[in-house]
């Protein structure tokens, strides 16, 4: 593993993997505004992959000859550091992961509901693990509120297309 292309390969290989976790976080991000990219978990891979290429890439410029052999030491030095870095990204990474796997069995009785978007809101409003009875209360009042007014409009639908109405 001590040939330099062989390192740009894999380099590249995750500037591609870190692009691609970009781009999809992005539309994610775009598309639920005012949520935090420190909570979306494409970004944090993303920039994770990135960080790896570039630690790739520097490795095998110290493995050349392009550089005086002074600067191998400090090199050494940042690609520690960028490790480092990655590291902690992939335990942010994991814990979300940890964390959307406990919230997501919480939430599946809301996910079956009559359309998406409770399942959606019934996400966006479940932040942590201590939420306030009287704001739960509130959000089930809300989703029984939609439930009833989305049937009531198929129950329209339905009168609408059998004539009826």
């Given at each position: 593993?001590?040939?330099?292309?062989?390192?740009?390969?894999?380099?590249?290989?995750?500037?591609?993997?870190?692009?691609?976790?970009?781009?999809?976080?992005?539309?994610?991000?775009?598309?639920?505004?005012?949520?935090?990219?420190?909570?979306?978990?494409?970004?944090?891979?993303?920039?994770?992959?990135?960080?790896?290429?570039?630690?790739?890439?520097?490795?095998?410029?110290?493995?050349?000859?392009l550089l005086?052999?002074?600067?191998?030491?400090?090199?050494?030095?940042?690609?520690?550091?960028?490790?480092?870095?990655?590291?902690?990204?992939?335990?942010?990474?994991v814990?979300?992961?940890?964390?959307g796997?406990?919230?997501?069995?919480?939430?599946?009785?809301?996910?079956s509901?009559?359309?998406?978007?409770?399942?959606?809101?019934a996400?966006?409003?479940?932040?942590?693990?201590?939420?306030?009875p009287?704001?739960?209360?509130?959000?089930?009042?809300?989703?029984?509120?939609?439930?009833?007014?989305?049937?009531?409009?198929?129950?329209?639908?339905?009168?609408?297309r059998?004539?009826?109405?």
């Amino acid at each position: 593993m001590s040939d330099p292309r062989i390192l740009i390969i894999f380099g590249l290989f995750f500037v591609v993997l870190g692009g691609y976790n970009l781009v999809v976080g992005r539309r994610r991000l775009l598309a639920h505004p005012g949520s935090s990219p420190l909570k979306q978990v494409n970004i944090l891979t993303g920039s994770e992959y990135l960080l790896l290429a570039l630690v790739f890439f520097i490795s095998a410029l110290a493995r050349t000859t392009l550089l005086p052999a002074w600067t191998a030491p400090y090199l050494l030095g940042v690609s520690f550091a960028l490790l480092i870095i990655s590291l902690v990204l992939a335990v942010m990474v994991v814990r979300m992961g940890f964390r959307g796997r406990t919230a997501s069995g919480q939430s599946s009785e809301t996910a079956s509901g009559a359309d998406g978007s409770q399942a959606k809101a019934a996400a966006q409003t479940t932040t942590g693990p201590e939420i306030d009875p009287a704001l739960k209360e509130a959000q089930r009042r809300e989703r029984r509120r939609r439930r009833l007014e989305y049937r009531r409009k198929r129950a329209e639908q339905r009168r609408r297309r059998a004539g009826k109405a």
